[in-house]
């Protein structure tokens, strides 16, 4: 069982660029959410997913948009990157339905955009 | 509204030291309480959690929590540090709805010999 799996692990956009990040799970969760992580500021929700074909925002959505065709994946694209989306960004999974509540997460995928 | 208070940033300790590290959190239901580690350059690991019954719970590496509903805390602790421990802490509230996972802000945990 790989659980939560992330890609790519790093790297650096020019602003205005687009980008996908993908995050895969094999632990058959209804739930994946995707979270970025500020220096000093925690993890702030970005967009979360309850299953395939059902996408809602989170608290920081602006300059994302997310996909849930499958239960396994949940990409996470940036259309047009900014600097202010420099961050850490973390995909997670829990399946609340069989009542696991902790999630489960991803090893990150650290961007920067200059 | 929903929120979790870490009220230290940044805690040094020795090696074979307790350790405390505090928790406060605002949530209008019954909370489900979490701690979770995270060493550099990795993702989030589960420590401990609280759903229901006894307050006081036993988690991985030899940590443990106590939830106190009178003061809002969820505060986890550990005997004695290993240099091994040194990482970023993560308190989090939730509840059974799919998107109230609330994070505080980490407390970085640094262990000297």
Redesign the interface.
């Known amino acids: 069982n790989a659980g939560?799996t992330q890609t790519p692990k790093f790297r650096i956009l020019k602003i205005g660029q687009s980008m996908t990040l993908q995050c895969t799970q094999d632990m058959n969760h209804n739930?994946m959410?995707w979270y970025r992580q500020d220096p000093?500021?925690?993890?702030k929700?970005i967009y979360?997913s309850?299953g395939a074909g059902i996408t809602?925002k989170?608290e920081v959505p602006n300059g994302y948009n997310v996909s849930r065709s499958t239960t396994e994946d949940f990409p996470l694209r940036l259309e047009l990157a900014a600097p202010s989306q420099t961050s850490v960004y973390?995909c997670?999974t829990t399946d609340?339905g069989l009542g696991v509540?902790?999630?489960?997460?991803?090893?990150?995928t650290r961007l920067t955009v200059t | 509204a929903q929120s979790?208070t870490q009220p230290d940033?940044h805690i040094t300790v020795s090696e074979g030291a307790s350790l405390e590290l505090r928790c406060n959190y605002s949530y209008g239901a019954t909370p489900?309480l979490?701690w979770?580690v995270q060493s550099p350059?990795?993702?989030?690991?589960?420590l401990l959690?609280y759903?229901s019954g006894d307050t006081l719970v036993q988690g991985i590496k030899g940590f443990e929590a106590e939830f106190k509903r009178s003061q809002s805390s969820f505060n986890l602790r550990k005997p004695s540090v290993h240099w091994s421990d040194a990482a970023e802490y993560?308190c989090a509230v939730?509840g059974?709805g799919?998107?109230n996972?609330f994070?505080?802000?980490?407390t970085r945990l640094t262990v000297i010999p």
Not at chain 1, 40 to 43: E, Q
Not at chain 2, 41 to 46: I, S
Not at chain 2, 103 to 106: L, M, N, S
């Open positions: 939560v739930y959410y000093g500021m925690g993890l929700l979360y309850v809602d989170g973390f997670a609340i509540y902790e999630q489960y997460f991803g090893p990150g | 979790v940033i489900y979490f979770y350059g990795q993702g989030l690991q589960l959690k759903f993560f939730g059974t799919a998107n996972l994070f505080g802000t980490g």
